[in-house]
């Protein structure tokens, strides 16, 4: 599992489910790119955006909690 907070959200990763579907890759680039290490910013975009996109994940590798 990989984790990847700033101060307002934590997403987490779990790779040994992930299918590949690149909906998150597609879906916010500023914040998911295979290309960058890491791979998630959570910097890169709204929380609003990062919970919508993250929501969207088809196998459930991705997940986030927010931050107080
Ligand atoms: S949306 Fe989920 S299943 Fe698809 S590539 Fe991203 S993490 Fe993997």
């Not at 599992?1 to 579907?21: G, P």
């Not at 975009?45 to 997940?63: F, N, R």
Request: charged share 30%; proline share 4%.
């Amino acid at each position: 599992m990989q984790e990847y907070s700033n101060d307002k959200i934590t997403v987490r990763y779990d790779e040994k489910i992930c299918v590949h579907a690149g909906k998150c890759v597609r879906g916010l680039p500023q914040v998911f790119d295979v290309k960058k290490d890491p791979w998630i910013n959570v910097s890169g975009a709204e929380v609003a955006a990062i919970k919508q996109t993250v929501g969207q994940c088809p196998s459930g590798a991705l997940s986030y909690e927010e931050r107080k």
